[in-house]
């Protein structure tokens, strides 16, 4: 079959060859300096970089978080802002946790979590602040009326304006880094970073002023505003903002599996899903309207059940990338890139963690120890991405690089497979029944023998390649999966072309000899 990257590439104007004896002639063509027509826009070429585009972010975000912190002190005072501060911090390590944990199967970089979180705590209350406030007063202004300016701007501009704010930090990740952004569980994940970072610099200023009221009343105790204050948004309800933005990061999450042909679906999911996020916030913020058991009926009716609802969505959804791991890698274990239990392994939570132990107490020093698990770990994230991107490609949501991106992800584990293969095959043995060794992470790595006989841990070897098998063992790995031949586990069987995207023929995801 042909391969429909090459027939795009083929199709692009062919480039024009120099020959040597016009090259004087090409040269002498050339305008002078002062007389070219065509200059260059430098500001173009300077923002293709990585480290400006990196630089300007990270200082639009300092001098809004400078900004931010300048207004919430104003309001709270000095004593106000230190007792906010250090209220407002107790959930965050919590939520963070919470949401990291969900992201364990492919683990998202770093960087967009901490972009995700600087955002919402930096730009997005600012814009929270600014917005609001002026769009109260201009109702107050033109009706004449602060209670009821008041009352409208908590129920109708508040929603709108902070889950827009937050949904931009969303947007921005869909839209610029689209290959980490693969699915159901990053939109949660993002979304909810942003939120937990919003709702943090938000209770600072609650939690600061409800302290400088109790300043000026004398109260203290349980029965201050400040306990009240932190007993409704730390204890009560600390998953408030990131549930409404959730919401928002589900639409994108399922326009990221959709289709590219459905661009209608791809463009009204986030909308839905913001909408949906606007309407919830506004129900939260004006249930006090409903009475004086409306917070308390809202609660429990509404936002309990919403909170149960997408806890379950997010925990299926993590169960659903392990799912596709186990449905879509045995193709590349029948061609030859992956050993035949690695795709068992890889779909459990337990024998992953299990490999990555194995590998650490396999070698002889800590040093190579945490560079063996840290390779581990790379390569149970590349398989994941590889096996995403694979499901993607099965229902039309990638494009026409796909070919180049599993030849990417494919070079990525064929790098790490020498230390990571033979700890994720132990991983399935030792998690595929109950016996002696059935167990988790310290005691099942630190006491398993080393499979085959040899591993890599010796203190010449380290854990890189292994020596190559000796002449006579047949196709397949010698001693500690040496080097491989063609076809490590005998002849592969065919395999279907990868969705119409990947190499072409049948048997293009056999490995290569090296």
């Keep these: 079959m042909s391969d429909p990257s090459a027939q795009h590439q083929q199709a692009h104007p062919a480039v024009p060859i120099l020959h040597e004896q016009r090259l004087d002639e090409v040269l002498g063509a050339v305008p002078e300096r002062g007389r070219a027509r065509y200059r260059p826009h430098r500001v173009g070429m300077v923002w293709r970089s990585k480290v400006f585009r990196a630089g300007a972010v990270i200082v639009a975000l300092l001098l809004c978080g400078l900004v931010i912190l300048a207004l919430v002190r104003e309001q709270t005072g000095p ?22 944990w969900l992201d364990r199967v492919e683990p998202g970089p770093w960087r967009n979590l901490i972009f995700s979180f ?139 599996v959709s289709a590219r042909r459905h661009r209608v679906r791809r463009i009204a999911l986030p909308v839905l899903g913001l909408l949906l996020s606007m309407g919830l916030h506004a129900l939260w913020n004006g249930s006090s309207a409903f009475g004086p058991y409306g917070f308390y009926a809202v609660y429990g009716i509404v936002m309990v059940p919403a909170f149960g609802l997408v806890t379950w969505l997010a925990i299926w959804s993590r169960q659903r990338e392990l ?59 590349f398989a994941t991405s590889l096996a995403g991107l694979r499901r993607r490609a099965r229902h039309g949501a990638v494009g026409p690089d796909f070919g180049a991106r599993e030849r990417e992800l494919l070079h990525h584990l064929w790098q790490r497979r020498e230390v990571a293969a033979p700890a994720l095959t132990h991983a399935a043995r030792l998690t595929s029944h109950r016996g002696p060794h ?66 072409g023929d049948p048997g293009s995801v056999r490995p290569t000899p090296r």
Excluded at 79 to 99: D, I, K, S
Excluded at 350 to 361: E, F, Q, S, T, V
């Design 79 to 100: 004593e106000g802002f230190l007792v906010g501060l250090g209220l407002a911090v107790l959930p965050v390590p919590l939520l963070m946790a919470a949401f990291r």
């Design 323 to 381: 799912r596709t791991l186990a449905a879509e890698l045995p193709a590349y274990a029948a061609a030859g890139w992956l050993t035949p239990a690695e795709p068992s392994a890889l779909s459990s939570m337990r024998a992953r963690g299990m490999a990555r132990d194995l590998a650490r107490h396999w070698q002889q020093d800590r040093t190579r120890g945490r560079a063996a698990a840290r390779a581990v770990a790379e390569y149970e994230s």
């Design 118 to 256: 600087a955002w919402g705590a930096c730009a997005a209350a600012l814009v929270a602040i600014i917005a609001n406030s002026f769009a109260t007063r201009w109702i107050a202004t033109a009706t004449a009326d602060p209670a009821s300016a008041d009352t409208l701007g908590a129920t109708v501009i508040a929603p709108v304006v902070e889950e827009s704010a937050k949904a931009a930090a969303v947007l921005l990740i869909f839209l610029f880094r689209r290959r980490e952004f693969s699915g159901v569980v990053d939109g949660i994940v993002v979304a909810g970073f942003t939120a937990t970072g919003f709702a943090f610099t938000e209770n600072i200023l609650y939690l600061g002023n409800a302290f400088g009221e109790d300043q000026q009343l004398g109260s203290s105790g349980f029965a201050s505003v400040t306990a009240g204050t932190f007993f409704v948004r730390i204890v009560m309800s600390p998953f408030a903002h990131p549930l409404f933005t959730v919401l928002t990061g589900l639409g994108f999450g399922f326009a990221a």
């Design 438 to 503: 059935h167990g988790r992470h310290a005691h099942a790595g630190r006491h398993a023998p080393m499979p085959y006989g040899y591993g890599y841990g010796g203190p010449a070897q380290g854990y890189g390649p292994a020596p190559a098998p000796a002449p006579g063992n047949g196709p397949g790995y010698g001693p500690a999966y040496g080097q491989p031949q063609a076809y490590p586990y005998g002849q592969p069987q065919p395999q279907p072309q990868p969705y119409g995207y990947g190499y």
